[in-house]
């Protein structure tokens, strides 16, 4: 094929496909109103300092991936990359946190100019829970069991759930500078990326998929011995929480995330269906944000999912949703027939029966191989003898034993009725 294509990374969502989206977007909406939270939208396009400001500039999503420009006016805007950002900013614009506490959800489109690959696109799709005004276990251990529901909810294997905590500032500054101390004589044997982290961002070194870099780390300072003991007890709370819930768990002291704003709890479900890229859910605490953006403190706890990856899942396992089918096809027979047939259609739609209306030409035994073929039960025939007669054919198309009738037209959503329910 020649001509304009879609931008490499940026893909259609054919018919065939959005089957599947809109099945698992109707569970994300009954589950999250189970849970009291409720719906925000975002504009997709952002001030680029709301990112700069949040994520870090010295993450790589900041200094690598945003797909950022200049508008008419000279603004810098940015493609949104991540969901949270946006929420905070929506909540302190609105004042949505003022005296009040706040569960949320979005979902949408993100932009990242990454490499392509199996789950990961340069515009994906997140749904997120946003939980603002709770400092305490609780809301974590609620947050992480309405993600445990989703994979029940989706009919799905249990990913596996790892959390860890990265402290409080004053904690998380010591560590970092005992991670850095222990680091920097092995910096020669470090990745390359990893030696850039060095001394921009040492913590994402942890995340680090060298297994030369992953063997240096294995005697490095673990965070746990930094904590302070109300963060300690905090952590230790949401472990019997979880525990009395019988959610699985493991902690792996070596979990980061890829954005500044988070502190103390973080967690993941990762799965062994994705390969490397196996993290299909990912949050944690990020109670800092709204003062970085200029706000005042508001304790937040959240997770985004990347749908795409959920996709992947579901599809390895055999359970995407077929293509919706038509309950009737209604077939007529020329032009002198189509207008009643419409309205006919019309009528049965009504009633709550989907209807695929034959248009344009064909003769009836066309009309009838794509009636066949189209996976509806009935074939509903308007020929010029049943107009004549005030009558219509039904056709059972499924139905080997299924006779075919005739029957008056203003009886027609009667005999529909009666023969699908």
Same mark, same amino acid.
Request: glycine share 8%; net charge neutral; charged share 25%.
């Given at each position: 094929?020649?001509?304009?294509?879609?931008?490499?990374?940026?893909?259609?969502?054919?018919?065939?496909?959005?089957?599947?989206?809109?099945?698992?977007?109707?569970?994300?909406?009954?589950?999250?109103?189970?849970?009291?939270?409720?719906?925000?939208?975002?504009?997709?396009?952002?001030?680029?300092?709301?990112?700069?400001?949040?994520?870090?500039?010295?993450?790589?999503?900041?200094?690598?991936?945003?797909?950022?420009?200049?508008?008419?006016?000279?603004?810098?805007?940015?493609?949104?990359?991540?969901?949270?950002?946006?929420?905070?900013?929506?909540?302190?614009?609105?004042?949505?946190?003022?005296? /009040? /506490?706040?569960?949320?959800?979005?979902?949408?489109?993100?932009?990242?100019?990454?490499?392509?690959?199996?789950?990961?696109?340069?515009?994906?799709? /997140?749904?997120?829970?946003?939980?603002?005004?709770?400092?305490?276990?609780?809301?974590?251990?609620?947050?992480?069991?309405?993600?445990?529901?989703?994979?029940?909810?989706?009919?799905?294997?249990?990913?596996?759930?790892?959390?860890?905590?990265?402290?409080?500032?004053?904690?998380?500054?010591?560590?970092?500078?005992?991670?850095?101390?222990?680091?920097?004589?092995?910096?020669?044997?470090?990745?390359?990326?990893?030696?850039?982290?060095?001394?921009?961002?040492?913590?994402?070194?942890?995340?680090?998929?060298?297994?030369?870099?992953?063997?240096?780390?294995?005697?490095?300072?673990?965070?746990?011995?930094?904590?302070?003991?109300?963060?300690?007890?905090?952590?230790?709370?949401?472990?019997?929480?979880?525990?009395?819930?019988?959610?699985?768990?493991?902690?792996?002291?070596?979990?980061?995330?890829?954005?500044?704003?988070?502190?103390?709890?973080?967690?993941?479900?990762?799965?062994?269906?994705?390969?490397?890229?196996?993290?299909?859910?990912?949050?944690?605490?990020?109670?800092?944000?709204?003062?970085?953006?200029?706000?005042?403190?508001?304790?937040?706890?959240?997770?985004?999912?990347?749908?795409?990856?959920?996709?992947?899942?579901?599809?390895?396992?055999?359970?995407?949703?077929?293509?919706?089918?038509?309950?009737?096809?209604?077939?007529?027979?020329?032009?002198?027939?189509?207008?009643?047939?419409?309205?006919?259609?019309?009528?049965?739609?009504?009633?709550?029966?989907?209807?695929?209306?034959?248009?344009?030409?064909?003769?009836?035994?066309? /009309?009838?191989?794509?009636?066949?073929?189209?996976?509806?039960?009935?074939?509903?025939?308007?020929?010029?003898?049943?107009?004549?007669?005030?009558?219509?054919?039904?056709?059972?198309?499924?139905?080997?034993?299924?006779?075919?009738?005739?029957?008056?037209?203003?009886?027609?959503?009667?005999?529909?009725?009666?023969?699908?329910?």
């Amino acid at each position: 094929m020649t001509g304009v294509k879609s931008i490499k990374g940026m893909n259609d969502l054919l018919p065939g496909q959005t089957v599947a989206w809109q099945k698992i977007e109707g569970v994300f909406r009954e589950l999250f109103e189970l849970y009291s939270y409720r719906e925000i939208r975002t504009p997709i396009v952002e001030s680029t300092s709301l990112f700069s400001r949040s994520i870090g500039e010295s993450s790589d999503i900041v200094s690598k991936e945003m797909y950022t420009f200049e508008d008419r006016n000279g603004d810098s805007l940015t493609l949104r990359p991540e969901g949270t950002a946006s929420i905070a900013r929506a909540g302190l614009q609105h004042g949505l946190f003022h005296n /009040q /506490q706040q569960r949320l959800w979005y979902q949408g489109p993100m932009f990242r100019y990454e490499r392509p690959q199996k789950g990961r696109f340069r515009q994906f799709h /997140q749904v997120g829970i946003e939980a603002y005004g709770w400092s305490s276990a609780d809301i974590e251990a609620e947050v992480i069991a309405l993600s445990h529901a989703l994979w029940e909810k989706l009919g799905i294997s249990q990913p596996k759930l790892e959390i860890n905590s990265l402290g409080s500032e004053q904690g998380r500054t010591a560590y970092l500078k005992a991670l850095k101390h222990y680091l920097e004589p092995h910096k020669n044997d470090l990745d390359k990326d990893s030696q850039k982290r060095l001394d921009r961002n040492v913590l994402r070194i942890l995340d680090s998929k060298s297994p030369q870099t992953r063997e240096i780390l294995d005697d490095a300072p673990n965070i746990f011995d930094f904590l302070g003991e109300s963060e300690l007890a905090q952590f230790d709370e949401l472990q019997k929480l979880l525990n009395a819930l019988a959610i699985p768990y493991s902690v792996n002291s070596r979990m980061v995330r890829g954005l500044d704003y988070y502190n103390n709890l973080v967690f993941e479900w990762v799965h062994s269906d994705l390969g490397a890229q196996s993290t299909v859910c990912a949050g944690g605490r990020y109670d800092r944000l709204t003062e970085q953006l200029g706000g005042k403190f508001v304790a937040a706890f959240g997770f985004a999912i990347g749908i795409e990856r959920l996709l992947d899942i579901i599809e390895s396992s055999g359970q995407l949703a077929q293509l919706p089918t038509p309950a009737i096809y209604f077939i007529s027979d020329g032009a002198a027939c189509r207008q009643q047939a419409l309205v006919a259609a019309s009528q049965l739609r009504e009633a709550d029966f989907s209807v695929q209306m034959h248009c344009g030409e064909g003769s009836l035994k066309n /009309q009838i191989k794509r009636a066949d073929k189209s996976g509806a039960q009935l074939a509903i025939i308007l020929g010029e003898q049943e107009q004549n007669a005030g009558k219509v054919s039904i056709k059972p198309l499924r139905d080997k034993n299924g006779i075919q009738s005739v029957v008056d037209i203003a009886r027609l959503v009667q005999c529909v009725s009666e023969r699908l329910t």
